[in-house]
């Protein structure tokens, strides 16, 4: 045993059985702190010992624990992190998969063990590139699948060798931004590194939406599924004219409501312009003016939606085509629970009346039935979509863009950035019609 010449900064001791040296000092707010200096040379520990106990206080002047901590130790208390605000119901069930993954494969399989206040701007640079040829170049190259769990099953699915999408990307720079944040807030860094995108953008920019003929066998096909018979003897097959086949079975109840639900949720994204996270964020007490108008005929009803997500709060206002589909939802929610929504009950609710996350399954299963998983440029179609078709619907039939940019929370520069083609389809009779154009003049 033995003690450090400066009792008043450090104590070096060795333990029990050990010849190799330790020390222990305490920071004020932070406690004791006790290292080891991995020799058992006296003069090589007491060395060590000021460069620890300098760096230590260095640290402490600026805020910071007085212990560095690496990417790797830090990237683990903020999976510990997003899985307390899921218990919570801070977070949504799902991020509580899906972002530990991201962290654990992209994130850690990067920084590791690097101390997290070392990690610099071009640091988060290299990464990026690193990311983009992750399952292309990088460690995923010889990887064949992915497993994951679901629903208490250990599953896998193919990789997929191709640079992530900008979509992707984005989500993961928010990730990684909020993986920095907090740990300044744990104070293990002064300033998060900046983290930005630099990637360029397709040429064609308009979001997947749907032609109005489209729209309309969407809904059809939506409706058909929703009066399929009763089936009394066994499963037959069907052909249709363009050659598709497939098998009638007996809808039980549960299906029955299941694509009930999803035909209101159509209607009402495709009528009110929605996004999917504040069609999912929808309260009973969301739709102002609904229990006073009920029983009312259509036409006398005056409903209003307030909408919450994308850190965007405001009013919209739904065409009739919506209105109807409330009705059907109340209905459900009142023979699945037994008594009338609250204010605080989810308009979207399974048979338990809680919040249903997402219907983009259903969703896609029903475009692949209609032969409309893609649009004309093979870009895949999701609940997105019925947003769009609401917006390029209203532009084509004349709305003012100031009215739709406020009754869907959107900027105008984004509705013209991605729609103004439908913005030039309005005019095209004007555009193309000899007597409406002003003649040109030569000088």
């Given at each position: 045993m033995?003690?450090?010449?400066?009792?008043?900064?450090?104590?070096?001791?060795?333990?029990?059985?050990?010849?190799k040296?330790?020390?222990?000092?305490?920071i004020k707010?932070?406690?004791?702190?006790?290292r080891?200096?991995?020799?058992?040379?006296?003069?090589?520990a007491?060395?060590?010992?000021?460069?620890?106990?300098?760096?230590?206080?260095?640290?402490?002047?600026?805020g910071?624990?007085?212990?560095?901590?690496?990417?790797?130790?830090?990237?683990e208390?903020?999976?510990t992190?997003?899985?307390?605000?899921v218990?919570?119901?801070?977070?949504?069930?799902?991020q509580?998969k899906?972002e530990?993954?991201i962290?654990?494969?992209?994130?850690?399989g990067?920084f590791?063990?690097?101390?997290?206040d070392?990690?610099?701007d071009?640091?988060?640079?290299?990464?990026?590139?690193?990311?983009?040829?992750?399952?292309t170049?990088?460690p995923?190259?010889?990887?064949?699948?992915?497993?994951?769990e679901?629903?208490?099953?250990?599953l896998?699915?193919?990789?997929?060798?191709?640079?992530?999408?900008l979509?992707?990307?984005?989500?993961?720079?928010?990730?990684?931004?909020?993986?920095?944040?907090?740990?300044?807030?744990?104070?293990?860094?002064?300033t998060?590194?900046?983290?930005?995108?630099?990637?360029?953008?397709?040429?064609?920019?308009?979001?997947?939406?749907?032609?109005?003929?489209?729209?309309?066998k969407?809904?059809?096909?939506?409706?058909?599924?929703?009066?399929?018979?009763?089936?009394v003897?066994?499963?037959?097959?069907?052909r249709?004219?363009?050659?598709?086949?497939?098998?009638i079975k007996k809808?039980?109840e549960?299906?029955?409501?299941?694509?009930t639900i999803?035909?209101?949720?159509?209607?009402?994204?495709?009528?009110s312009?929605?996004?999917?996270?504040?069609?999912?964020?929808?309260?009973?007490g969301?739709?102002l003016?609904y229990?006073?108008?009920?029983?009312?005929?259509?036409e006398?009803?005056?409903?209003r939606?307030?909408a919450?997500?994308?850190?965007?709060?405001?009013?919209?206002?739904?065409?009739?085509?919506?209105?109807?589909w409330f009705?059907a939802?109340?209905?459900?929610?009142?023979?699945?629970?037994?008594r009338?929504?609250?204010?605080?009950d989810?308009?979207?609710?399974n048979?338990?009346?809680?919040?249903?996350?997402?219907?983009?399954?259903?969703?896609?299963?029903?475009?692949r039935?209609?032969?409309l998983?893609?649009?004309?440029r093979?870009v895949?179609r999701?609940?997105?979509?019925?947003?769009?078709?609401?917006?390029?619907?209203?532009?084509?039939?004349?709305?003012e863009?100031?009215?739709?940019?406020?009754?869907?929370?959107?900027?105008?520069?984004m509705?013209?950035?991605?729609?103004?083609?439908?913005r030039?389809?309005r005019?095209?009779?004007?555009?193309s019609c000899?007597?409406?154009r002003p003649?040109?003049?030569q000088?």
């Amino acid at each position: 045993m033995g003690s450090s010449p400066s009792k008043e900064r450090y104590q070096l001791f060795q333990r029990t059985g050990s010849a190799k040296w330790q020390m222990r000092f305490s920071i004020k707010g932070q406690g004791q702190i006790k290292r080891s200096l991995e020799t058992s040379d006296r003069f090589e520990a007491e060395r060590k010992a000021e460069e620890i106990w300098f760096e230590a206080n260095y640290r402490a002047r600026q805020g910071l624990t007085a212990k560095a901590r690496t990417f790797e130790q830090v990237a683990e208390d903020f999976i510990t992190h997003i899985q307390r605000e899921v218990e919570r119901g801070e977070r949504r069930t799902d991020q509580g998969k899906s972002e530990p993954a991201i962290i654990r494969r992209y994130f850690i399989g990067y920084f590791g063990q690097r101390p997290i206040d070392g990690i610099t701007d071009p640091d988060l640079e290299r990464y990026a590139e690193w990311r983009r040829t992750y399952w292309t170049e990088g460690p995923g190259k010889d990887i064949a699948y992915i497993h994951y769990e679901r629903g208490g099953r250990r599953l896998r699915r193919p990789v997929k060798r191709a640079a992530p999408t900008l979509s992707r990307q984005r989500g993961e720079a928010v990730l990684l931004r909020a993986l920095f944040r907090q740990a300044m807030r744990w104070g293990y860094i002064k300033t998060p590194p900046t983290i930005s995108l630099r990637v360029k953008r397709a040429s064609d920019n308009r979001r997947p939406s749907f032609e109005p003929h489209e729209f309309e066998k969407l809904v059809e096909t939506s409706l058909g599924r929703l009066g399929d018979p009763i089936m009394v003897d066994q499963p037959r097959r069907v052909r249709s004219k363009d050659q598709r086949s497939w098998t009638i079975k007996k809808l039980d109840e549960h299906t029955r409501r299941d694509r009930t639900i999803l035909h209101a949720y159509i209607m009402i994204a495709a009528f009110s312009g929605f996004r999917p996270t504040e069609m999912r964020n929808l309260n009973w007490g969301d739709v102002l003016g609904y229990r006073k108008g009920r029983g009312k005929p259509l036409e006398e009803r005056d409903l209003r939606l307030r909408a919450r997500g994308k850190g965007k709060s405001g009013i919209a206002i739904p065409q009739l085509g919506a209105l109807p589909w409330f009705d059907a939802l109340w209905m459900l929610f009142e023979q699945a629970v037994g008594r009338e929504p609250n204010d605080e009950d989810p308009v979207f609710a399974n048979e338990r009346g809680e919040r249903i996350g997402s219907v983009a399954k259903g969703f896609t299963e029903l475009l692949r039935t209609c032969g409309l998983e893609r649009d004309h440029r093979g870009v895949k179609r999701t609940p997105y979509s019925l947003r769009h078709f609401y917006i390029s619907q209203q532009l084509a039939h004349g709305a003012e863009i100031i009215d739709i940019s406020r009754n869907t929370i959107t900027a105008l520069v984004m509705i013209d950035h991605h729609y103004g083609q439908v913005r030039l389809e309005r005019v095209v009779d004007r555009l193309s019609c000899l007597d409406a154009r002003p003649p040109w003049r030569q000088r």
